[in-house]
């Protein structure tokens, strides 16, 4: 080979390439055989790409005589000469495959008789090469899909979130303000860490005896079927539908909200932010096929984390600044909301219903090859062997050679090759033909290599070896003693003894004394046994030795007494008991006694056009307007009437609309040290303040309290000249608030302060100050610009026809394009009118039941064949009932 030309050892192996190509064309199986001296003269001469080329076209590709370097470049021909580019596994058990390991994607280390350099430099390292099998096709795969799990899983959880962030700012100005407080958003990936967590750890779709006798299945991982550009794609899109789905949730139930008075930023937020951690930790249920004990607690781990968060966050009066004072008493809000315990149910019955239509027409029309070759494996005939691995015990008769993989190390003929000799390849030969019978133990008789009488050794199944050269009872796995074979000297053709000199563990795991097979000079006894051990005699007796062993527990073993359970196998089961929930729930606020209201819009352009007026702004308009440079408040009064009956407490609540209270700057220019008392300043001793603009006024005077709610207090006044006696404007703050409320030292005499009396005389009185329950009202910032606040009650029944008179003082100002109204309205079971929520619970349930029969009649006339696709996608005997191919 040094002598001939590289072109001439190129065009050479171009010639094998394309008789190779023909081989491969006409069903032969191909192997290349190269040594490394060939290797690199092709290197040097840039013919990589032909070794490459050549190899393609082989089953198998055997490099011999390779440095390590040599060893890494063929890896790297492949990783990244390949296209698509592959995923790369380098097996070694020695210092000289420390190369090819590190550059391949995976490495692999073995443990053995060469040391442990290949294990500390590979990613994984197992005891034997046989290992290799479980460690792909169980472990692999398994991991592979439960990566895949976490990775979407994380995607669509931060998405979810964030589409519900950006849907707010459309409703919140575009002034940035997160839908949900700092530190509520902070505990969101803390919350909802543990479940997933819980399913990339234990989830499995099949089990290890299926993932071995289905080695296909492992060919999912390698196309990347689980994770890649589509699936992300689909990711998100599911994404966007949850998150519409909590946003229709959010936009019909917020009004029931408002009609308890309970509808402020804060309060809202929770809620929302409630029903996104059950959806959340719903989806992570779907994507679980494999229960367990770890699994269902990390699902009440999750909850129970985020309800002692919420419990510890929000009945505390905290002193952190950071903070946020307005979660103090939300609770309470939360609780009294029938809606908000309804959308509980809803928003995760929406999104199941919405997944498992999705994975039910996936699996029926177009379903994966995971899916074809389980149903394939679960149909076929049981003792079939087809696309299983050879995993029994051996036959009755084999040849010693065809056993040594189970049984033992190759035999090796000493006198093959002279130690150091040059020339080919080093045979390895078997010197003994052991004949296996069924029989309990096979003699070990006089033999020779030239001629060996048939020693008996008992028969054994091949899953019944576990031997390995590592060392357990040694702290590096290398212990002195480890594979300590029989000496041989030139003429003696003794067999290597597997023993121990400490006694200790033969290649099989059990503790016996050498074995040996004597030659036929030697004329030994025979009649030495392997006998195969029993899994307690496999454990070391000193329990030191046991401490480096690996844990032999179920939860080590992945073998935790488990459930599998598919939600989409069960799909029109789980469609129709969504219907029936959401159909029941809609049905019952639909039918209970519908709350009366009464609206009159009194102010802003809409009296002008009601048509403009949005869905809750619906009722009688007239004219009280009040213009920017008039004085006195513009007063009016009004009468209408009461079309249905009305029972007591009736809620009196005034509406600006649009009002953005939930803009970020309006929220955060607020002191609440001044509404405690703390501080008469704009600028709290803790580094906040509020802006110059609302905290002096031209004459500097400080503002007191500071802030933008505080300096457009709503000032309009309502009264009701034939129910004086039974109106109040009592009760209409959160008692939380109004106990933090309180007058600071030296009000309200203190000298160069504009106080709130003087500002509003005709709203908060000089006794009341910032303790005034309009004011505490008005302070609670609403979460949508249609803002609705309560303003007072009535206390007595109205009857249907009775007339009512309100006289109006209207001296709040608006902005361009914003309305005013009042609203008297009846408590129902929802709080308020149905507005629409009852009917969407109706409508949707109702196309999940539809759904259901869809699914119910495909399964009866127009089912896939199981394990095989569809043969068209628009089946026309499905019209005619008949089954499809």
């Not at 001296?37 to 490099?63: F, K, M, N, P, T």
């Not at 890494?72 to 995923?87: E, I, K, M, S």
């Not at 959010?250 to 959806?279: C, K």
Request: aromatic share 12%; net charge neutral; hydrophobic share 40%.
């Amino acid at each position: 080979a040094d002598s001939c030309p590289l072109d001439a050892i190129a065009a050479y192996t171009a010639e094998c390439c394309e008789t190779a190509r023909n081989y491969v064309e006409t069903g032969v199986v191909v192997a290349l055989l190269i040594t490394g001296q060939a290797l690199e003269l092709l290197s040097s001469g840039g013919d990589d790409d032909l070794v490459l080329r050549l190899g393609s076209y082989c089953s198998v590709v055997i490099a011999c005589r390779v440095s390590p370097l040599q060893k890494a470049q063929l890896v790297r021909l492949v990783r990244y000469g390949v296209h698509p580019t592959p995923v790369t596994l380098a097996v070694g058990d020695g210092a000289n495959d420390v190369p090819m390991i590190q550059e391949a994607q995976v490495g692999i280390g073995i443990a053995g008789r060469e040391g442990k350099q290949a294990v500390n430099s590979a990613d994984v390292g197992i005891g034997q090469f046989q290992y290799l099998q479980r460690l792909l096709l169980v472990h692999g795969r398994w991991n592979y899909r439960r990566a895949c799990k976490y990775t979407l899983y994380s995607f669509w959880r931060a998405a979810v979130m964030v589409l519900l962030m950006a849907w707010y700012v459309f409703i919140s100005g575009f002034a940035g303000t997160s839908l949900f407080e700092n530190w509520v958003r902070a505990s969101y990936n803390i919350v909802l860490g543990v479940p997933i967590l819980c399913t990339g750890i234990f989830d499995r779709d099949v089990s290890e005896e299926e993932a071995i006798e289905n080695p296909k299945l492992y060919g999912t991982g390698r196309k990347g079927v689980e994770l890649n550009a589509w699936k992300l794609c689909e990711t998100l899109a599911s994404s966007c539908i949850h998150a519409l789905a909590l946003v229709a949730t959010t936009y019909l139930s917020e009004p029931h909200f408002v009609a308890y008075g309970n509808g402020d930023y804060y309060t809202m937020g929770a809620a929302i932010f409630t029903w996104l951690i059950i959806t959340q930790n719903y989806r992570v249920a779907f994507l679980t096929t494999t229960w367990n004990v770890f699994s269902l607690a990390g699902l009440v781990l999750s909850f129970l984390m985020y309800a002692v968060f919420l419990f510890g966050y929000c009945a505390f009066k905290w002193k952190v600044a950071s903070f946020s004072p307005w979660m103090y008493g939300i609770l309470p809000a939360l609780y009294e909301t029938p809606a908000f315990w309804i959308s509980c149910f809803v928003a995760p019955g929406i999104a199941m219903s919405l997944d498992v239509l999705k994975y039910y027409l996936v699996l029926a029309f177009a379903p994966d090859e995971r899916d074809i070759i389980l149903e394939a494996a679960a149909d076929r005939p049981s003792g079939s062997t087809e696309n299983m691995l050879d995993e029994a015990a051996p036959p009755a008769e084999l040849t010693f050679r065809q056993q040594q993989g189970s049984l033992g190390s190759p035999l090796v003929d000493s006198q093959a090759r002279p130690r150091g000799g040059k020339g080919g390849l080093h045979h390895v030969r078997s010197a003994v033909e052991v004949s296996m019978r069924p029989s309990a133990s096979l003699t070990a008789g006089p033999a020779s290599f030239g001629g060996m009488s048939g020693s008996r050794v008992r028969a054994m199944p091949r899953r019944e070896v576990a031997w390995s050269s590592f060392d357990w009872s040694a702290v590096d796995g290398m212990g002195p003693d480890i594979f300590r074979c029989a000496p041989s000297h030139r003429g003696d053709n003794t067999l290597p003894s597997f023993s121990t000199s400490h006694g200790g563990w033969n290649t099989f795991g059990g503790r016996t004394p050498g074995v040996s097979f004597p030659n036929a000079g030697a004329n030994a006894a025979a009649g030495a046994s392997l006998r195969a051990p029993s899994p307690r005699a496999r454990l070391p007796s000193n329990p030191q030795d046991a401490s480096h062993r690996p844990s032999r527990s179920a939860f080590a073993q992945q073998k935790l007494p488990s459930v599998q359970f598919e939600p989409r196998r069960w799909s029109a089961c789980l469609l129709f008991g969504v219907g029936l929930l959401l159909v029941g729930l809609g049905a019952f606020t639909r039918l209970w006694k519908n709350a009366g209201r009464v609206v009159v819009t009194y102010d802003g352009p809409a009296v002008d056009n009601p048509d403009n007026l949005n869905r809750i702004i619906k009722g009688d308009v007239h004219a009280c307007h009040v213009q920017a440079d008039q004085p006195e408040a513009s007063t009016c009064e009004l009468t209408f009437k009461v079309k249905e009956h009305m029972e007591a407490p009736i809620s009196v609540d005034y509406s600006i609309d649009p009002y953005y209270q939930n803009h970020a700057s309006y929220i955060d220019s607020v002191l609440f040290d001044q509404l405690e008392g703390k501080t008469l300043s704009w600028k709290s001793p803790g580094g906040e303040h509020c802006s110059r603009r609302n905290s002096v006024t031209p004459d500097e005077k400080t503002i007191f309290p500071c802030g933008f709610p505080a300096t457009t207090l709503f000032n309009d006044q309502f009264e009701f000249p034939g129910l004086t006696k039974v109106f109040r404007t009592t009760g209409v703050a959160w008692r939380a608030d109004m106990s933090r409320y309180k007058n600071p030292i030296g009000y309200p005499h203190e000298g160069g302060y504009s106080w709130l009396f003087e500002r509003y005389p005709d709203i908060i009185s000089e006794e009341d100050g910032v303790h005034n329950e309009a004011f505490a009202a008005w302070m609670r910032v609403g979460f949508s610009p249609s803002l609705v606040k309560r303003y007072g009650f009535i206390d007595r029944d109205l009857k249907a026809g009775e007339v009512i008179r309100v006289k109006i003082s209207s001296r709040f100002l608006l902005h361009e394009g914003a309305s005013k109204s009042l609203f008297i309205t009846e408590r129902g079971f929802l709080g308020g009118p149905e507005f629409g929520f009852s009917s969407f619970l109706v409508v949707f349930g109702v196309l999940c039941l539809l759904s259901s029969g869809f699914v119910k009649l495909t399964e009866k006339y127009c089912p896939r064949r199981r394990g095989r696709v569809r043969d068209h996608w628009c089946c026309k005997a499905c019209a005619r009932l008949l089954c499809c191919r």
